[in-house]
């Protein structure tokens, strides 16, 4: 049980605690104003306080390292195992616990100047051992329980009532399960394993991810890529060993090809002549028969009608016109014609050319495809090898995709073996979980009309914890749930000899409640406080406090701390606002 906090620092107001429920109240001061606040009233500072000497970190940022504060003690008094303890510790000397008061033989002390002191660490394994019962060599295991990742529920920062499963919003997956399953007296081990698991898988992914986006292309790859790159390779490899066992090294090689070359050319050349003359001889052809098809109709029909008036004369005429056109006509057929002899005479003569060079260009490649040169067959023998290297290499990487792809497949059965073992356990300690389902319905059911639900889920991921009380979307249900986690867990540890006999809950776990929950919760804490014989810590400002007239038996007086702090610049926990 918790007996005082206190401090050196003079304006520090020592705090007394007493069994069962303890309420922690801040007052506004008869002559505040509205524009003064009890945010500074140090009822959030304290909860630090009690967690800090509690063995928590002291980080910077926190209370202990402000400048104001860092050069002083804070102490407890608390009765652990029945005996009592003093303790102090400041925030110069972080990894220090100073021990004024302790039975002999519990912890490996060091003295200086006087005092004795021993280290947060086995500070941090004593209260492991008397709260939870964590031996040393569990609090040893990687990823295991310990005093700090179990207590954290019990005395919540102010970051820790988002969620019930929860106590600050970045947890990770395997703090909270193994935390809950150790508070659940499931198998916590298994919950440690899936962690493994989760690792094992983060790490497959990583270098999958890897091997497809090209960092370690040099490693793997996707193995169906792999396959047909190799099968390709292996094709090319064959065919090279092929050719070169049938290579003949022709001395006159290079120049044969050049003469190949030459003759490739020659023959665009005439091809391209052949295309101008043709293109040529299509137009005379066209042209010899437009003078073959000459219209004379309007011409005779024009004379016709002259030969009405001048009919002698213009017959006469007519005549020697028309034989003068058949003249000129007749002339330009005869030259057409010439012209179009002689193209083809041309056309013919390079046919007979192209053909004689298509022959020997045949010969010549005829003879370069049956040998080769000598500089062909020794780069076909340094592409040979190069494709043997490269073929080794991917087979190198297949084979550690292949391996990969194996892991992957082999931690899927881990995964569904290891939920299997997760079903065993959750059927052995069927108890356990049935009496964590009916203690949170009790609880909440005594908050509203309608009970919750506390679901415990063993899926492929580890088990997974689910609260459901009507309308928990609400603010004040969502911060309600954790009060009935809270309880729940307090009840499930009452009979343990090894147990935390203490819970806190700052002011906030109350914001956005009901005015009727608020007082339901803080009558059924000291109700539970009372029966199972823990102490519950609870601040709030004074005018939070809702109305128990209702309950006959509840006393403020017996519940209130006796601490006097005020919105006042000198009213609160520490005698000054900083």
């Known amino acids: 049980m918790l007996k005082k906090i206190y401090s050196d620092h003079p304006s520090f107001r020592p705090v007394k605690f007493h069994s069962g429920l303890n309420l922690v109240l801040a007052e506004k001061d008869s002559k505040s104003t509205d524009g003064q606040t009890r945010n500074g009233a140090g009822k959030s500072s304290l909860v630090e306080l009690i967690s800090s000497l509690y063995g928590g970190e002291l980080r910077a ?57 021993c280290t947060n660490e086995n500070w941090l394994k004593l209260l492991g051992r008397s709260y939870f019962g964590l031996s ?56 440690k394993e899936f962690e493994g698991i989760r690792q094992k898988d983060k790490l497959i992914k990583a270098l999958k991810d890897a091997s497809n986006e090209g960092a370690l292309g040099d490693i793997m790859g996707s193995a169906s890529d792999l396959r047909t790159e190799i099968l ?27 003469r190949a070359s030459q003759i490739t050319k020659q023959l665009s050349e005439l091809s ?44 006469r005429r007519f005549e020697e016109v028309s034989a003068f056109h058949e003249s000129i006509v007749r002339n330009r057929r005869e030259h057409l014609q010439e012209e179009m002899n002689d193209l083809i005479a041309r056309i013919n003569i390079r046919y007979t050319k192209k053909e004689a060079l298509d022959n020997e260009r045949s010969n010549i490649l005829s003879l370069l495809q049956s040998h080769g040169a000598l500089e062909q067959h020794m780069k076909f023998q340094s592409e040979l090898a190069n494709l043997e290297a490269e073929l080794a290499q991917l087979n190198k990487k297949l084979e550690a995709t ?12 881990d995964r569904h073996k290891l939920q299997q073992k997760m079903r065993i356990d959750h059927s052995e300690q069927g108890k356990a979980i049935s009496d964590a389902i009916i203690a949170f319905a009790d609880i909440s059911g005594q908050l509203y009309v309608e009970s919750g639900k506390f679901i415990i889920d063993p899926t492929d991921n580890g088990p997974k914890f689910d609260f459901d009380i009507p309308g928990k979307r609400s603010t004040g249900k969502s911060k309600m749930q954790i009060f009935c986690f809270d ?62 007239s209702g309950y006959q038996d509840f006393k403020l007086s017996n519940y209130r701390v006796d601490l006097d702090i005020t919105d006042t610049p000198t009213g609160g926990l520490f005698g000054f606002r900083f």
């Open 402 to 413: 292949e391996n990969l792809d194996q892991k992957k497949s082999e931690l899927k059965i």
């Open 272 to 315: 391209a002549d052949d295309t101008v003359d043709k293109e040529w001889l299509s137009q005379l052809e066209r042209a010899i028969e437009d003078e073959k098809n000459v219209d004379t109709n309007r011409v005779n029909k024009l004379f016709n009608e002259a030969a009405i008036d001048l009919p002698d004369m213009v017959r």
């Open 136 to 191: 040393e060599s569990v609090t040893q295991i990687k990823n295991g329980p310990t005093f700090r990742s179990l207590f954290s529920y019990f005395i919540r920062p102010r970051k820790g009532f988002d969620s019930p499963d929860k106590w600050f919003p970045q947890q990770s997956t395997c703090s909270v399960q193994v935390a809950l399953t150790y508070l659940l007296k499931l198998n916590w081990k298994i919950a």
């Open 232 to 258: 390709l390779k292996k094709a090319r490899v064959q065919k090279l060993k092929m050719d070169l066992s049938g290579f003949k090294v022709l001395p006159e090689y290079q120049e044969k090809e050049k």
């Open 61 to 117: 940022g926190g209370l202990f390292k402000t400048k104001e504060l860092r050069a002083y003690r804070f102490g407890m008094e608390l009765i652990l195992d029945d005996k009592p303890f003093t303790i102090e510790r400041s925030g110069e000397h972080s990894t220090k616990i100073y021990v004024k008061k302790m039975p002999d033989g519990l912890l490996d002390l060091s003295e200086f100047n006087g005092e004795h002191f």
């Open 487 to 548: 309880m729940m867990l307090m009840k499930l540890w009452a009979n343990e000899k090894k147990r935390p006999k203490i819970l806190v809950h700052d002011s906030i776990i109350f914001d956005g409640v009901d005015e009727r929950q608020r007082a339901k919760a803080l009558k059924l804490g000291a109700e539970m406080a009372e029966k199972y014989n823990f102490q519950y810590i609870v601040t709030m400002n004074s005018d939070d406090m809702p109305d128990m």
